[in-house]
């Protein structure tokens, strides 16, 4: 599996937000498992596309 950039990343998202493709047909296409993907989109709803959308979401402390 490829390591992925920020932006490609934020791409990729963007291609399955506006319906280019099924989470698993990118995910496949892109050679990245569906988990993973999963995962940035989690990312990219809890961020938003203003500040870094990839990056991990922090923990939450008590």
Do not use: C, H
Not at 8 to 32: H, N
Not at 34 to 53: D, I
């Amino acid at each position: 599996m490829a390591k992925f950039s920020k932006e490609e990343k934020l791409v990729t998202v963007k291609r399955y937000l506006v319906g280019e493709g099924s989470l698993r047909g990118i995910a496949d296409f892109i050679d990245v498992d569906p988990g993973s993907f999963r995962t940035w989109l989690k990312r990219f709803e809890y961020r938003g596309e203003a500040e870094n959308p990839i990056q991990p979401i922090p923990q939450a402390t008590n």
